[in-house]
């Protein structure tokens, strides 16, 4: 019990001399204002690096979301040496792993083509595109791919001698619902020269992914019959109820089929689009890590010349019985409290900006424009015609996307955080750790 009294006289003086020093800056101007510019390089660096992965997490999650959901799978099972499944193996397939996994959602028998696509029109270019041939009746118990995969005109009708195009795509071939377009079965100069099998265009899709909407064409697994002469199908692509869930899955199927097939994850068919987002987020960690690092050696110049402005508050703290531990703990305060508050107003401001930053770029975009359509009124008297166009930082025609998609991880924002404490508590010990060796007789006498 005595030992745990100590010890919290001892916390208590530590924080007591550690905020009267912090106190007594403010009569030191240029200690006080150094000090200043260290919060606010924290703060500010904080929240920028926070609205910038704010930003890049939404974008992320919402491009790795799609590509999973609408042109990947959770898992997909192939035949090795690139075989292909028969029609009637693939139903048969589907039913033994519902049967054997209750895991699984929807099992998506699926083929992959390109094709050229023709219509009889003068003003219609031929078009290769991506077409993916699907079971039907699972593509519809996939609740994450209809999530993405919204039909804007016509209806989801994949019977056979139909096709889904991507809104896009109907823009640059000008069809509509029902109209009649010519699929060929590859894009070899023979398909170029025929005719090719009439579809109907049943309807068209958005995902808000232009690689989608505008490339990629979907037709019913048993129209690759007539259209290619046999149903051969791809792979089966498998998704989970519960994403968490997956390794479960993964592990069942190897014990059904052993090394029968080749069973692959969403991210490792995505390898190389993963690796680049991850090597994306980790460059720009990096370069905000220098400027916290260059933070932190203001952080060692301030805390330096503090300790030299009160060599001899050091050497009356010494005299009066402070070990060289408790000088170091008072004046690590200073840096704890500066390294601390600043992250949490960098974090505070940078959530603020990151989930408003909508509403900024339309401020901005206001107060701009309104400058420009008073230069243009001042401009329009000197010179005739002159004229200023409005601007826009986020242009939806340009980016495809009307919004931007944030997500705070709050796991990197606590690590980061703990970082720049460390870093800037480690830059403030060089000095203060030298001074906590400084002799009282030696300070008094100088």
Known sequence: MNKLKKYFNAIKF???????????????????VIFLSIYLGISLG????????????????????????IGSFHITLEKKEFKTFTLTEALELKIKLYSEIK???????????EVIIKKKSELFEEQIIKLRAVDPDEIKKDSRFLKYFKITYG??????????????????????VGSELFLTPDISLTSLKSEGVPFNTSGFFYTGSYDYDRYWGFISIYSLIPLAGRANIDGIGLKVKDKNNEKIVIKKLKEMFGDQFEIQTAEEINRGFFSALKLEKVMIIFLFAMIFIMVSINTFGAMKLTITQKKVDVSILKALGANPSDIQIIFLIESLFIGFLGSLTG?????FVVYNVLNIFVLVEFVINKFIGFLSYLFEFAFKGFYFSPIRIYDTSVYYQTTFLVKINLVEIILISLFIITVTVFAAYIPVSKSSQLKPNDVLKS
């Open 14 to 32: 530590h924080l007591f001399i550690g905020r009267r020093y912090i106190k007594s800056n403010k009569e030191h101007k240029k200690v006080n």
């Open 46 to 69: 904080l929240m920028v690096l926070v609205v910038v992965l704010g930003i890049m997490n939404g974008f992320q999650e919402n491009h790795i979301s799609r590509r999973i959901e």
């Open 103 to 113: 895991e699984l959602e929807s099992v998506v028998a699926f083929a992959d083509r």
């Open 155 to 176: 209806e989801f009708d994949l019977n056979e001698y139909s096709i889904l195009l991507g809104e896009a795509m109907g823009y640059k071939i000008l069809s509509r």
């Open 347 to 351: 974090i505070f401001l940078g959530c």
